[in-house]
């Protein structure tokens, strides 16, 4: 088979109910074989076109259903009923408009350069609308596949005064879960990115787990494809029944889909669990953004799973950690409101840890908690607001984009109008009324308007994903077109069509006999009409290349701004001893014996470790400096990482003062601390920092070196506080090893892999990256908005031209005759020209004015997602605005040299 | 029992069913279209006709075991009810006994 088809294939999957796919796909692949005899193409293209006129089908056949049952029978009757209802209103509405319909068809087939490029340019425009509408469907309209009545699912969230926190800690969710009225069931579950190292028969290999309740699955309604799932005895106190389920990928991945694998053993970070049930691979978890797991864990087995296992009995037991995202079904009798009021009377009932945590903690009212019903189920607070960020502009844009080609297919139609002014006077004349005129006229312009929308979809089809791929979020799901899109894009399609057809109309169909009798010369009106089009389309031109200008330099700044590291060919992986029973002392042994190894690796510059890597941020902690106003209450704040020898070489920060780690710094030799610029100007002004002590933990720290400030955070942070230590004096079991080489870093990961399993074969080693994608990840938010919005910019700079060219053109060509009288008369082709590209100018200068202030009044709206630039950026505002006179100068210039060429004799014969 | 208006392409589609006896299905019926009539049709247009023939009562359809031609993919078959054999039959007769008629001076 030929790939048409089988995208066709897919996109009618998307298209048709599931219970009738497979046989309408047989009917397809039968009438194929047939089709194929007469060529290759036209097999394909015969079946593209069946696959895309079968929901058009649908849609004439519910409608043929609703008229059978009240009454309005088709055109042609034969048999019994033979009654002749056939004069009734609705058919002779539907006569009017298939004979409208097959008009329109003949008017396009008569002109296709002109239907070509109507439907090239909606196609475009609609296209990018659905595209982004699909976006926006499959993330905020549509629930995640396999749940059961999502409509009942609601998420629990904190709300405070400004903010709303969508995790809850392990007490507060056993408390809601077992003193509501409202929920049939509550579940929680933990989706931070967990990764285990997984021990099966003879390999270890890591995968991504999440934590659930037992619950989880009952509640969302959720079957095993084998097994079952948890049962409540396994989730009621840490750590005592480790029971693991598998998603049905990991299943077929490493078990081959064997039915033996329930109740068979394996170990996680060391631990032997049993798995008990298979998740169906469509499950995607109850979140329209993450990424399912490949296991799941009852949550009280959080301990067993964390290095050292405090952190997780601290997080089960805690009331200050908020981990946990909590979602109930609704009760068949509890509707929306009442949940929420009774949700205020339990927390009324229960003393939330967490608030009396930050009561005890911070002095500052932070005004009351308030324990409440989110907005959405299938998304976090945040990440609706991050999305929505990132969606906002580019909707404005792509509907930017659509009014502009709108107004471009305006002017076509405005200027064919003239050439078929006689056409309407002779309808006039034989007696069609105004309203059958528009009536016909606005049906062709649906007709461009269905055409462009199929191209839309298609359009759709293949940039949805693509588009997805480029925001910086990683976002699950598959984003095709399906129903709702297909109902977003013709709803659009119409309503385009309207606006860009009714004026075209309501002109033409003023054409009365008189025109039919003489032919009028220049429509004053039409004219304004047109002029005001193009104007309208250079304003919203200069709006979104402005948009993109801001965007395009906020993405030169955030490239160029420094990192204070070097980011260039260095190695990250992460190993924890810890997750595989090692001790501290013997997880110590390991790093070091590692560290020494992969150094001497021929192709590595140096290697170190460290607790945390950019962009992940840092600890925080308080420190006393003494001698300085930093001591008892003043303790001073400071983000701090723990990193092994030789780190600030590897990673590439520089030291500005003293030394950086040794591999002697160890738990022998004296406790010391790097600090960075930011913390030696700030605690010791003015005085030379190495040397200095510090007091942390109650443990003394001498300042050995100052390094220089680097990005923890985000791109373009605010220098801060931070302070290094070393490892080896001050352990925690989470690593990661940075290994600077001198080539491209991947191809030095299998002599590293080598390295580390020679040492223990059994060790899990994960999140391979090297720091150059972590850091591009970073700069996504600011390339995907200036790669977007650069090109619907470019899209809309390009058919703006298109409209001024049109209309000067059409201008010319009307002139023609009175330019040759102009130029018998004695006027110079240097005047005529000068004449029609000043004309073209004015316009162009109109649209500029009226665009820049446009812009500067919206320019704010983008300022959160813009870095190092202002909204209102001069260089932007100036250079953008030259740019466009630029392309309509371009644009008036092949009109203005034609008219330039008029022959006046010729001109005059014309008529 | 009422009568029941039949389209021209309703009729041609019905003795499309006809003609193909039990291999009648959407493929088979576009197929007849095709070489009987000279009408590419679209197999949406087909269904929606066999849609609103199997509500009328005049065509019944069943879903076939798969077959190894067709990729593994079920077949609907289609075939005329009685009522639907009697409604072309009808609807046949009519035209015919308005063709036998003497064409007015």
């Not at chain 1, 009536?439 to 199929?454: D, F, K, R, V």
């Not at chain 1, 003489?518 to 031109?541: D, E, M, Y």
């Not at chain 1, 942070?717 to 491209?744: I, K, M, N, W």
């Not at chain 2, 589609?13 to 193909?20: D, E, K």
């Amino acid at each position: 088979m030929t790939l048409a088809p089988r995208m066709a294939i897919k996109l009618l999957r998307r298209l048709a109910s599931s219970d009738k796919c497979s046989e309408v796909e047989g009917d397809l692949l039968e009438g194929y074989e047939l089709w194929l005899k007469r060529g290759r193409l036209y097999a394909s293209l015969r079946f593209w076109r069946e696959v895309l006129l079968i929901p058009l089908w649908r849609v004439v056949g519910a409608w043929r259903e609703r008229s059978d049952r009240v009454g309005l029978n088709g055109v042609v009757s034969v048999g019994r009923g033979f009654s002749g209802n056939h004069s009734s209103r609705g058919s002779f509405a539907t006569q009017k408009l298939a004979q409208d319909v097959r008009y329109g068809f003949r008017t396009m087939a008569k002109d296709p350069g002109f239907a070509i490029v109507a439907v090239l340019i909606l196609g475009l425009g609609i296209g990018a609308n659905s595209t982004m509408f699909t976006l926006v469907n499959s993330l905020f309209l549509q629930a995640p596949p396999l749940l059961n009545e999502p409509n009942e699912l609601v998420g629990l969230t904190i709300f405070d005064e400004d903010e709303q926190i969508d995790y809850f800690s392990y007490p507060d969710y056993v408390f809601y879960r077992d003193n509501n009225d409202v929920f049939s069931g509550v579940m929680a579950y933990d989706d931070g990115e967990t990764t285990l190292a997984v021990g099966m028969d003879d390999e270890v290999v890591q995968a991504e787990a999440w934590t659930v309740s037992f619950n989880f699955f009952d509640v969302l309604g959720v079957a095993p494809v084998l097994g079952r799932s948890f049962l409540r005895e396994e989730d009621v106190a840490p750590g005592v029944r480790p029971v693991v389920m598998i998603s049905q990928g990991f299943w077929s991945r490493y078990y081959g889909a064997d039915p033996a694998v329930v109740n068979s053993s394996i170990t996680l970070n060391g631990q032997p669990f049993t798995i008990v049930g298979v998740v169906p691979r469509e499950f995607r978890g109850p979140n329209a953004v993450k990424t399912a797991p490949d296991l799941y864990l009852p949550l009280n087995m959080t301990g067993a799973i964390s290095p050292g296992g405090e952190e997780g009995l601290e997080a089960i037991n805690g009331q200050i950690w908020l981990w946990l995202r909590v979602i109930g079904r609704l009760r068949p009798e509890a509707n929306l409101e009442t949940a929420r009021a009774h949700m205020g009377v339990l927390q009324s009932r229960w003393e939330s840890g967490f608030a009396s945590w930050i009561e005890a903690t911070f002095d500052e009212d932070d005004g009351p908690f308030r324990v409440g019903l989110g907005e959405h189920v299938h998304l976090t607070h945040r990440q609706a607001e991050q999305l929505r960020q990132y969606l906002t502009p580019l909707f404005l844009a792509v509907g930017a984009v659509l009014l502009i080609a709108c107004a471009n297919v305006a002017i076509l139609l405005l200027a064919r109008a003239s050439a078929r002014q006689r056409e309407m006077g002779i309808r006039a004349a034989l007696g069609a009324s105004r309203g059958r005129v528009i009536g016909q006229l606005l049906t062709e312009s649906l007709l461009l308007g269905g055409i462009g929308s199929i191209f839309g979809i298609v359009v759709a089809y293949w940039g949805a994903g693509l588009a997805a791929g480029l925001i910086p979020m990683s976002l699950a799901g598959d984003f095709k077109p399906d129903l709702p899109v297909f109902g977003f894009t013709i709803a659009l399609a119409g309503g385009a069509a309207l606006f860009f057809g009714l004026v075209p109309a309501l002109q033409l169909s003023r054409s009365d006999i008189a025109i039919f009798l003489h032919r009028l010369g220049h429509s004053k009106s039409r004219a304004n009409i047109r002029n005001a089009l193009v104007v309208a389309q250079l304003t919203l031109s200069i709006v979104l290349a402005t948009g993109a200008g801001l965007f395009v330099r906020s993405l030169l700044y955030a490239q160029r701004v420094d990192l204070g590291f070097e980011q260039d060919w260095k190695l990250l992986l992460n190993v924890i001893p810890g997750n595989h029973g090692y001790a501290e002392d013997e997880s110590k042994e390991f790093l070091r014996v590692m560290l020494d190894r992969i150094q001497m690796l021929p192709g590595v510059r140096s290697a170190s470790i460290t607790d945390r890597i950019p962009f992940r941020g840092m600890w925080t902690s308080g420190f006393e400096a003494p001698g300085t106003e930093y001591v008892d209450e003043n303790r001073y704040a400071s983000g701090f990482n723990r990193v092994g020898p030789g780190y600030f070489e590897t990673i590439g920060i520089p030291i500005v003062a003293g030394r950086e780690f040794a591999s002697n710094d160890d738990e022998l030799g004296p406790n010391v601390v790097v600090v960075n610029e930011y913390v030696a100007e700030e605690v010791w002004p003015g005085e030379y920092a190495v040397g200095k002590t510090i007091i942390r933990n109650e443990t003394e720290w001498t300042v050995i070196g100052v390094a220089k400030n680097a990005v923890y955070y985000d791109i373009g942070e605010e220098p801060r506080a931070q302070t290094y230590h070393a490892f080896l004096q001050d352990y925690r079991p989470q690593t990661t090893f940075a290994v600077a080489t001198a080539g491209d870093p991947k191809t030095m990961l299998p002599q590293v892999q080598q390295v580390i399993r020679d040492y223990d074969p059994n060790i899990a080693i994960f999140n391979i990256r090297t720091l150059e994608e972590v850091v591009a990840r970073e700069l996504g938010q600011f390339s995907v908005m200036a790669i977007l919005v650069a090109l619907f910019g470019l899209l809309a700079l390009f058919l703006s031209a298109v409209g001024l060219y049109g209309v000067q053109s059409f201008l010319v060509a009307r002139r023609t005759r009175e330019i040759g009288i102009r130029m018998a008369m004695g006027a110079l082709e240097r005047q005529v020209a000068s004449a029609v590209l000043g004309r073209g100018i004015a316009l162009a200068a109109v649209g500029v004015v009226l665009g820049v202030i446009a812009a500067y009044a919206s320019a704010q709206f983008i300022q959160s997602l813009l870095f190092g630039v202002e909204a209102r950026d001069p260089l932007t505002f100036v250079t953008v605005p030259m740019l466009l006179l630029l392309v309509a100068a371009g644009a008036s210039l092949f009109p203005a040299l034609r008219a330039s060429r008029v022959e006046p004799v010729e001109a005059l014969r014309e008529e | 029992m009422p009568g029941s208006n039949l389209r021209e392409f309703e009729e041609l589609v019905l003795l499309a069913v006809r003609m193909n006896g039990e291999k009648a299905s959407g493929a088979t019926i576009q197929g007849a279209l095709d070489t009987e009539a000279g009408r590419a049709v679209s197999l949406g247009a087909i269904y929606t006709a066999l849609d609103r023939l199997a509500r009328k009562g005049l065509v019944e359809s069943w879903l076939g075991e798969p077959t190894p031609v067709r990729g593994g993919r079920r077949k609907r078959h289609y075939r005329l009810t009685p009522f639907g054999l009697e409604e072309l039959t009808e609807a046949r007769e009519i035209r015919n006994s308005m063709w036998a008629k003497k064409v007015a001076p």
